[in-house]
C-alpha cells in the first residue's frame, strides 16, 4: 500500500493499515469476526490467542509507535501485562499524581507482596527521578502526567534508568502517537488506554502496549493469553474504525484546547490554568522539544476549591459531566471527587477534555458557567 517513493506519514497509516489484502472481491474494511474457536491446524486454534479483528488493529498501533502492539480488554489490563514483568519483591518507580489507577494497581501488587517497593516521585523533577533510580527494576512514566499536566524529560530519564539497568515503560494515552513516540526516544514499551483518543467516541475500552523488543512483545502476548485480559471483537472493531480520523480528531481537539486555554488563562475565578501549550506552563519548553502539539487536555484550579469548582461542573449545558478523556465530545470533572484520586491533586482542579465541537460554542458554555459560579 505504500507509494514506491515515500514512506506513509502517521495520518496515512491510520487510514490505509490494517485492512484486507486486495484481492478481487476482497471487502474494504476486516470485519468484527466473531468466533471463540478456529478449525484446527490453522494459524490460531482458540480466540483467546489470537482474532483477525485484533490482529488488524495491532498492526495500525504497531505502525504509528513504531514497534509490536499487543491489545488488552482495558487500559489497565496493558498496564498490569508490563507490571507482569516487574521481578517479585522487585521496586517500581512511578510518577506521584499520575494515572489513579496505575497507582492503585501499584498499591495492589505491593499488598500482595508481589511488588516490593513503590518509589513516587515528580516526574518533571529530572533529578529526583535519578536519584530514586538506583536499585529500580522499573521506571513507570506517564508525560504529560493524569491530571496535573507535569511534562517529563523522557530522553534524560530513559538514559539514567539505562544505567541502572531499569525497564522504562511511558504510559502516553495522553498524548497518542501522533503527540509523543516514546520508543523512538528510547523507551522499552509504551501503553495506551485507547479508550481515549485512539478510539475517540467514548464507545469502547481497550488498551494496547508496543514495543521493539522481541522478548517483551512475547512475555506481553504470554500474559494476555495466560491472564486472560483480552480485548473483545467488537471493541477492537470500534477501536480500529475510531482510529481513521485520529490524525483530524487530534489536530482539531488540540487546536480547540489552545485557543480555550489562552482565553482562560487570566479569568479571576481562576487560580490557575495547566496547559503545556501556555508559554507560562513550566511544561512548555519541554512539551515543545519532545511533544507535536500539546494534547487537548486543559486543567484549571478553580479559585475557592472544591464547591465552587464542582458548580462550574454544574452549570455546563454543552461540556458533559464525566469521566475519562479523548473522546469527540468535551467533558470535564473535578478530579478529587475520586476517592482514589492523589492528594498531590488541589481540591478545586478541573479536567477538562477538549473535544472537536465549534469552539466558539466550548467557550460560551464554560465562561457562562464560569460567570454564573
Ligand atoms: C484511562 C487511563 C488509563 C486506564 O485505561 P482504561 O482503558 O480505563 O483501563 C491508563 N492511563 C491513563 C493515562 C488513562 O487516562
Known amino acids: 500500500m505504500q507509494p514506491r517513493s515515500r514512506a506513509l506519514s502517521p495520518a496515512t497509516q491510520v487510514v490505509a493499515g490494517g485492512r484486507p489484502e486486495r484481492l478481487p472481491g476482497a471487502p474494504a474494511v476486516v470485519p468484527p469476526v466473531f468466533s471463540s474457536t478456529y478449525v484446527q491446524d490453522g494459524a490460531v486454534a482458540y480466540g483467546r490467542f489470537g482474532n483477525p479483528t485484533w490482529a488488524a488493529l495491532e498492526e495500525v498501533l ?43 494497581g501499584l498499591e495492589r501488587l505491593h499488598r500482595l507482596g508481589r511488588v516490593g517497593e513503590v518509589r513516587l516521585v515528580d516526574p518533571a523533577d529530572t533529578a529526583a527521578v535519578v536519584a530514586a533510580l538506583p536499585g529500580a527494576d522499573l521506571l513507570w512514566v506517564e508525560s504529560p502526567t493524569n491530571p496535573l499536566l507535569a511534562v517529563a524529560d523522557l530522553p534524560a530519564l530513559v538514559a539514567a534508568a539505562y544505567e541502572v539497568g531499569a525497564l522504562v515503560a511511558v504510559d502516553a494515552t495522553f498524548c497518542s502517537p501522533l503527540v509523543l513516540r516514546p520508543l523512538d526516544l528510547g523507551a522499552d514499551v509504551v501503553v495506551h488506554s485507547a479508550t481515549k483518543y485512539l478510539a475517540g467516541h467514548s464507545d469502547a475500552l481497550l488498551g494496547v502496549a508496543v514495543t521493539r523488543s522481541e522478548e517483551l512483545s512475547a512475555a506481553l502476548v504470554e500474559s494476555r493469553s495466560a491472564g ?98 479523548g473522546g469527540v465530545e468535551s467533558t470535564l470533572e473535578r478530579r ?11 481540591e478545586g482542579l478541573v479536567r477538562l477534555s477538549v473535544g472537536v465541537e465549534d469552539v466558539e460554542d466550548l467557550w460560551a458554555d464554560l465562561s457562562d458557567a464560569l460567570d454564573a459560579r
Open 62 to 104: 504497531g505502525t504509528l509507535d513504531g514497534g509490536t502492539a499487543t491489545a488488552y480488554g482495558s487500559g489497565t489490563a496493558a498496564v498490569s501485562a508490563v507490571l507482569d514483568r516487574v521481578p517479585v519483591g522487585g521496586t517500581v518507580v512511578a510518577p506521584v499524581g499520575c494515572y489513579s489507577g496505575t497507582l492503585v
Open 228 to 325: 486472560g485480559a483480552i480485548p473483545g471483537t467488537m471493541e477492537a472493531w470500534l477501536v480500529l474504525r475510531g482510529l481513521r480520523t485520529l490524525h483530524l480528531r487530534v489536530e482539531r481537539s488540540q487546536a480547540n484546547a489552545l485557543e480555550l486555554a489562552r482565553r482562560l488563562e487570566g479569568h479571576p475565578a481562576l487560580e490557575r490554568v495547566r496547559y503545556p501549550g501556555l508559554a507560562s506552563d513550566p511544561g512548555h519548553a519541554r512539551a515543545t522539544e519532545q511533544l507535536a502539539g500539546y494534547g487537548s487536555i486543559v486543567c484549571l484550579d478553580v479559585r475557592g476549591g472544591a464547591e465552587p469548582a464542582e458548580r462550574l461542573v454544574a452549570g455546563c449545558r454543552l461540556w458533559l459531566p464525566a469521566t475519562s478523556l
Open 336 to 346: 478529587r471527587r475520586h476517592a482514589a484520586e492523589s492528594a498531590d491533586v488541589p
